[in-house]
């Protein structure tokens, strides 16, 4: 197109803009996971300094027990989904990312605690047999 066929489509003498500068940025799911698994993950590790400090000072921290407990939990299912939503074709994310080894790390780490769990309470219930008998 020449430069006059250009600002006549338009009417005001510039070119069109192209599409990838007006397209906004999808949301995919990986995407949302990952910011999920990241705000989860900041406000358990912001959590241990300030228990600390209400344990010293003896305030009432069940609240922060409680909340850092379940964003924990959800740390670690985020992860798992941010994981897994980037496992599909056209995620848009590299594997080889911080945010994605961090990811690893969760999972491995909550399958190791809740392994070590498991182990407890069948070590814990065969005591207590052995205990009756």
């Known amino acids: ?57 003896h305030w009432e921290d069940a609240i922060l027990h409680i909340t850092s407990f379940l964003a924990c939990c959800a740390c670690a299912v985020s992860a798992l989904m941010y994981v897994q939503a980037g496992r599909t074709p056209g995620a848009g994310y590299q594997t080889n990312s911080v945010v994605y080894k961090l990811a690893c790390l969760v999972i491995l780490l909550t399958a190791a605690a809740v392994l070590t769990l498991g182990v407890f309470f069948v070590l814990a219930a065969r005591m207590m047999r052995d205990f009756d008998s």
Do not use: K
């Open 1 to 57: 197109m020449e430069d006059a066929d250009i600002a006549s489509t338009t009417g005001t003498g510039h070119a069109p803009p192209l599409a990838y500068a007006t397209a906004t940025r999808p949301r995919t799911p990986a995407r949302t996971w990952g910011r999920v698994f990241l705000a989860s993950g900041a406000y358990v590790l912001a959590c241990i300094p300030v228990v600390l400090v209400f344990e010293r000072l």
